[in-house]
Antibody
C-alpha cells in the first residue's frame, strides 16, 4: 500500500523559500510519477506540477521560475521548493502519485499546512 | 488554459436520494475528466477517472458520464458517509485544473 507523508516548516516569511519533503513508503520510487498539489483555505485544489524518477517534469505555468521538484530514489522521498513566496502561497500542500495513463492523482498524503506570514 | 465549472455549488439531499453533480469544461477535453471526494480535514480521494471508470474499491453507487465539455457525477442512493465536497479535474492539458467544488450535505 502506497503511503505518503509530507513534512516541513508550517510558517514561512514572505519573499523566502518554501521547502517541503514527502516520504514515500510501500512502493518503489521508480513505479510512479510524483505530483505536488496545494489547496488554499476554502478553495479547490491546484496542481503545482509532477516529476518522474528520471527527472521528466511538468510544472504549472503560473509557477514557472519559482518552483523546483526532485525525486530522491535512494532516500525514498520527493521534495518541493517554491521561491519568493507571498500570502497567496498559503495553503495545504499535498504530495500524490500521478496516474499511469493521464494526470489523475490516485494516492495522496495527508497534507502539510504552510502559512506565509 | 481550460477553465472548469461545477453546478450546483452546494446541495442538500436525503439518504436514499439520487444526486447528480455537473462539471463543465471551457473547451472539449474528450473524456479526460476525473472526480474526487474530499471530507473535512482529509485529502481528496479519487473516485472516477477518464469520465466513467470507477476506481477499484469505490462503491458502485458512484457513477460518472459525459464527454467533450459536459460531465456528470451521480450517486444512485445517497448514504450518510457521502457528505463531502466533490471536485472534478481535467487531465487533458496543463495546467490540470480542478473545479471549484460541490458541497453535498445530508438532510
Amino acid at each position: 500500500q502506497v503511503q505518503l507523508q509530507e513534512s516541513g516548516p508550517g510558517l514561512v516569511k514572505p519573499s523566502e523559500t518554501l521547502s517541503l519533503t514527502c516520504n514515500v513508503s510501500g512502493v518503489s520510487m521508480t513505479v510512479h510519477d510524483w505530483a505536488w498539489i496545494r489547496q488554499p483555505p476554502g478553495k479547490g485544489p491546484e496542481w503545482l506540477g509532477h516529476i518522474s524518477y528520471v527527472g521528466t517534469k511538468d510544472f504549472n505555468p503560473s509557477l514557472e521560475g519559482r518552483i523546483t521538484m526532485a525525486v530522491h530514489v535512494s532516500g525514498n522521498y520527493i521534495s518541493l521548493r517554491l521561491m519568493s513566496v507571498t500570502s497567496a502561497d498559503t495553503a495545504v500542500y499535498y504530495c500524490a502519485t500521478r496516474g499511469y495513463s493521464s494526470p489523475y492523482f490516485d494516492f495522496w498524503g495527508q497534507g502539510s499546512l504552510v502559512t506565509v506570514s | 488554459d481550460i477553465q472548469m465549472t461545477q453546478s450546483p455549488s452546494s446541495l442538500s439531499a436525503s439518504v436514499g436520494d439520487r444526486v447528480t453533480i455537473t462539471c463543465r469544461a471551457s473547451q472539449s477535453i474528450s473524456t479526460y475528466l476525473n472526480w474526487y471526494q474530499q471530507r473535512p480535514g482529509s485529502a481528496p480521494k479519487l473516485l472516477i477517472l477518464a469520465a466513467s471508470d470507477l476506481k477499484s474499491g469505490v462503491p458502485s453507487r458512484f457513477g460518472g458520464g459525459g464527454s467533450g465539455t459536459e460531465f456528470t457525477l451521480t450517486i444512485s442512493s445517497l448514504q450518510p458517509e457521502d457528505s463531502a465536497t466533490y471536485y472534478c479535474q481535467q487531465s487533458y492539458s496543463p495546467p490540470y485544473r480542478f473545479g471549484p467544488g460541490t458541497k453535498l450535505q445530508i438532510k
